[in-house]
């Protein structure tokens, strides 16, 4: 519509007389809960109004409305109720549901004669008074804080060596378990290192070690090679020798010493054996004693390089162990110290401690900086008053910087006159009128004009179904206050129960409005639309999902599903089923079957044609409430 401060006299009249477009918004998504499908579209419609809506409800059904949307709103509230036992009872409704709301008091509202909970958030009880009531109990505590630190100002060097000591206890405790740990995990962290003096000096020493080895086991293998060679000459000289002894005449010449011409002498092959015999046995014994040698240095190597890491461990050990005992000791004396000089402070003030003095006074000094910084006190996120609160309370003389309200929820709106909305409208930006807002049920008895909300109601209504009299409508069109008056009504022939309301827009009527008997089911009027018009009219309320089937594709609203509802055919395979009567009914399910052809892609497209948009309708209506009234 318009910007919330230029809403006076004027910018109402234009209203009324159905001048200002009004801009299309969707329903706000809401958390889920136990509401009925009409309570939910009502608070969905409010919370995402960005301007004015009018709330057609009893007193009973609209005090659970307000209660509702003020749970419900984001930015700061005020609900004014011309009855203050409504207001009450909405304040604790609100405290119950932990929300933060302050009972706003006219001149003639006693606080003495409130509900306890209530007479607890009035603005006396939260404002001003709490506020100096903090500050004096803050400096008090603050004096006596300081009172109690005063009585240590005669042993206050004493008290300064003492914060010294403590924290050199604290530093020594931690060097000591620090002194401990290390001693405990000496040998772990010795044979862990790789970067240190004593670890490079221990991997030379290997390195030596297995450099000589290396050495030794050359010269072993040299030797035991020779060795093999030398004895597979023996092994061939004797070979030899025995086939010499097979041959004829071999003996005889051994022992005439006659040999023939070109023969081998035996006196030769056998001091050939010997030589090579003691060649052989020579070598073997070399590999023994070079084998003894490799042995003896792996063995002198090992017990050396334990020598130097037992050493070392012990060395270590040791120095951990000095450490430790030096740091205990150094403990000890800290911790005598610090005895010595709290018997010296408790000497001088028994029965109190100067570190939990200490704490008390800067604990005392933070309370008073949050006192300071509590005034002045902020009220709570919705104010519950009645009209006659807006000049009395404290709560409404706000500073000149601070806004007004985001939303302002006005209970028994049939008693808001015209002359008295504009006024209001400067309190908030939004604004939503609960009450008796329908005119055929507000003529009685009021000369047959009807009042403030019900005129607001009826240009601002813009719903697809109404109720009329004792007749339901179906809206197809929106027509402005000054069409709706020119409307050609005509009764179908065949069902003159039934009657079409034509919009005259030139050579074609448009048809604008169907009416049918009050008490025609919802769903026989959606099936009389879809079977003789073609029109299908959705009325969802919230988000949908959807669910699958084998035998079907459903899109369910769960805020409107239930047990109950009826279903009705709108095309071949696509059925929707209908919870709620008359005006309050709506789409609770669409179904699309499969063996019509249906699928999920479909589906969807088909949904997402015929889904309605976004609604300029500033209008919803819950029904008569079956709650016995309150006053």
């Given at each position: 519509?318009?910007?919330?401060?230029?809403?006076?006299?004027?910018?109402?009249?234009?209203l009324?007389?159905?001048?200002?477009?009004?801009?299309c918004?969707?329903?706000?998504?809401?958390?889920?809960?136990?509401?009925?499908?009409?309570?939910?579209?009502?608070?969905?419609?409010?919370?995402?109004c960005?301007?004015l809506l009018?709330v057609?409800?009893?007193?009973?059904?609209?005090?659970?409305?307000i209660?509702?949307?003020?749970?419900?709103?984001a930015?700061?509230v005020?609900?004014?109720?011309?009855?203050?036992?409504?207001?009450?009872?909405?304040?604790?409704?609100?405290?119950?549901?932990?929300v933060?709301?302050?009972?706003?008091?006219?001149?003639?509202?006693?606080?003495?004669?409130?509900?306890?909970?209530?007479?607890?958030?009035?603005?006396?009880?939260?404002?001003i008074?709490?506020?100096?009531?903090?500050q004096?109990?803050?400096?008090?505590?603050?004096?006596?804080?300081e009172?109690?630190?005063?009585?240590?100002?005669?042993?206050?060097?004493?008290?300064a060596r003492?914060?010294?000591?403590?924290?050199?206890?604290?530093?020594?405790?931690?060097?000591?378990?620090?002194?401990?740990?290390?001693?405990?995990?000496?040998?772990?962290?010795?044979?862990?290192?790789?970067d240190?003096?004593?670890?490079?000096a221990l991997?030379?020493?290997?390195?030596?070690h297995?450099?000589?080895?290396e050495?030794?086991?050359?010269?072993?293998?040299?030797?035991?090679?020779?060795?093999?060679?030398k004895?597979?000459?023996?092994?061939?000289?004797?070979h030899?020798?025995?086939?010499?002894?097979?041959k004829?005449?071999?003996?005889?010449?051994?022992?005439?010493?006659k040999?023939?011409?070109?023969?081998?002498?035996?006196?030769?092959?056998?001091?050939?054996?010997?030589?090579?015999?003691?060649?052989?046995?020579?070598?073997?014994?070399?590999?023994?004693?070079l084998?003894?040698?490799?042995?003896?240095s792996?063995?002198?190597?090992?017990?050396?390089?334990?020598?130097?890491?037992?050493?070392?461990?012990?060395?270590?050990?040791?120095a951990?162990?000095?450490?430790?005992t030096?740091?205990?000791?150094?403990?000890?004396?800290?911790?005598?110290?610090?005895?010595?000089?709290n018997?010296?402070?408790?000497?001088?003030?028994?029965?109190?401690?100067?570190?939990?003095?200490q704490?008390?006074?800067?604990?005392?000094?933070?309370k008073?900086?949050?006192?300071?910084?509590?005034?002045p006190?902020?009220?709570?996120?919705?104010?519950?008053?009645?009209?006659?609160?807006?000049?009395?309370?404290?709560?409404?003389?706000?500073?000149?910087n601070?806004?007004?309200?985001?939303?302002?929820?006005?209970?028994?709106?049939?008693?808001?006159?015209?002359?008295e909305f504009?006024?209001?409208?400067?309190?908030?930006?939004r604004?939503?009128?609960?009450?008796?807002?329908?005119?055929a049920d507000?003529?009685?008895?009021?000369?047959?004009?009807?009042?403030?909300?019900?005129?607001?109601?009826?240009?601002?209504?813009?719903e697809?179904?109404?109720?009329?009299?004792?007749?339901l409508v179906?809206?197809?069109?929106?027509?402005?206050?000054?069409?709706?008056?020119?409307?050609?009504?005509?009764p179908?022939?065949?069902?003159?129960?039934?009657?079409?309301?034509?919009?005259?827009?030139?050579?074609?009527?448009?048809?604008a409005?169907?009416?049918?008997?009050?008490?025609?089911?919802?769903?026989?009027?959606?099936?009389?639309?879809?079977?003789?018009?073609g029109?299908?009219?959705?009325r969802?309320?919230?988000e949908?999902?959807?669910?699958?089937?084998?035998?079907?594709?459903?899109?369910?609203?769960?805020?409107?599903?239930?047990?109950?509802?009826?279903w009705?055919?709108?095309?071949?395979?696509?059925r929707?089923?209908?919870?709620?009567?008359?005006?309050?009914?709506?789409?609770?399910?669409?179904?699309?079957?499969?063996a019509?052809?249906w699928?999920?892609?479909?589906?969807?497209?088909?949904?997402?044609?015929?889904?309605?948009g976004?609604?300029?309708?500033?209008?919803?209506?819950?029904?008569?409430s079956?709650?016995?009234?309150?006053?």
């Amino acid at each position: 519509m318009t910007d919330p401060g230029e809403r006076g006299r004027p910018w109402l009249t234009r209203l009324l007389a159905g001048e200002l477009p009004l801009s299309c918004f969707r329903s706000a998504p809401l958390p889920s809960g136990g509401r009925a499908p009409s309570e939910y579209h009502c608070a969905a419609r409010a919370a995402a109004c960005p301007d004015l809506l009018v709330v057609h409800a009893d007193p009973a059904a609209g005090e659970r409305f307000i209660f509702d949307l003020a749970t419900l709103a984001a930015d700061r509230v005020l609900v004014l109720s011309p009855n203050p036992g409504v207001a009450d009872r909405i304040v604790e409704g609100l405290l119950g549901a932990s929300v933060g709301v302050l009972r706003a008091l006219g001149d003639n509202e006693n606080p003495s004669r409130l509900p306890p909970v209530v007479a607890a958030v009035t603005s006396a009880a939260l404002g001003i008074n709490r506020a100096a009531q903090l500050q004096r109990d803050a400096a008090g505590a603050v004096a006596a804080a300081e009172a109690r630190m005063a009585a240590f100002a005669p042993v206050a060097k004493a008290i300064a060596r003492l914060v010294e000591v403590n924290e050199s206890l604290a530093r020594l405790e931690t060097r000591l378990t620090e002194l401990t740990a290390r001693r405990d995990r000496v040998e772990a962290d010795l044979r862990a290192e790789t970067d240190t003096p004593f670890a490079r000096a221990l991997a030379q020493f290997d390195a030596d070690h297995a450099a000589a080895v290396e050495r030794r086991g050359a010269e072993l293998r040299t030797a035991v090679a020779a060795r093999d060679e030398k004895q597979s000459a023996l092994e061939q000289a004797r070979h030899l020798h025995a086939e010499a002894l097979r041959k004829p005449g071999f003996l005889s010449r051994w022992f005439s010493g006659k040999a023939k011409p070109g023969a081998v002498e035996p006196a030769d092959l056998e001091k050939q054996l010997q030589v090579l015999e003691a060649e052989a046995a020579a070598l073997a014994a070399q590999v023994r004693e070079l084998e003894g040698a490799v042995t003896a240095s792996a063995t002198a190597s090992g017990a050396a390089r334990d020598a130097l890491v037992t050493n070392e461990l012990a060395s270590r050990r040791a120095a951990a162990a000095t450490a430790v005992t030096e740091a205990e000791a150094e403990l000890a004396r800290a911790r005598a110290e610090s005895a010595a000089l709290n018997k010296v402070i408790v000497s001088t003030v028994p029965g109190d401690d100067h570190g939990a003095a200490q704490a008390a006074l800067a604990a005392a000094r933070e309370k008073a900086a949050e006192a300071a910084r509590a005034v002045p006190v902020a009220p709570p996120r919705v104010v519950v008053g009645t009209p006659g609160s807006l000049k009395v309370d404290p709560v409404f003389a706000a500073p000149a910087n601070e806004g007004p309200f985001g939303l302002l929820v006005l209970d028994r709106a049939e008693e808001l006159t015209e002359n008295e909305f504009p006024w209001l409208a400067r309190l908030a930006g939004r604004y939503v009128l609960v009450g008796h807002a329908v005119p055929a049920d507000d003529r009685r008895g009021r000369g047959g004009a009807p009042p403030f909300a019900a005129r607001l109601a009826r240009v601002l209504d813009r719903e697809t179904w109404a109720a009329e009299g004792n007749r339901l409508v179906c809206r197809l069109v929106a027509p402005d206050p000054e069409q709706r008056r020119r409307l050609v009504r005509e009764p179908l022939a065949d069902r003159p129960e039934i009657e079409l309301r034509f919009l005259e827009t030139g050579a074609d009527p448009q048809l604008a409005e169907i009416t049918f008997p009050w008490n025609t089911p919802v769903a026989d009027a959606k099936r009389f639309l879809a079977e003789t018009l073609g029109e299908v009219r959705l009325r969802p309320c919230g988000e949908f999902h959807w669910e699958t089937a084998a035998d079907a594709v459903v899109a369910v609203w769960p805020a409107a599903d239930g047990p109950d509802g009826a279903w009705v055919e709108l095309e071949p395979g696509v059925r929707e089923k209908v919870t709620g009567a008359g005006p309050f009914a709506f789409t609770a399910a669409v179904r699309f079957d499969v063996a019509a052809g249906w699928d999920a892609e479909r589906a969807a497209a088909w949904l997402d044609a015929r889904l309605p948009g976004a609604s300029s309708s500033r209008f919803a209506a819950l029904p008569r409430s079956a709650a016995p009234r309150q006053n």
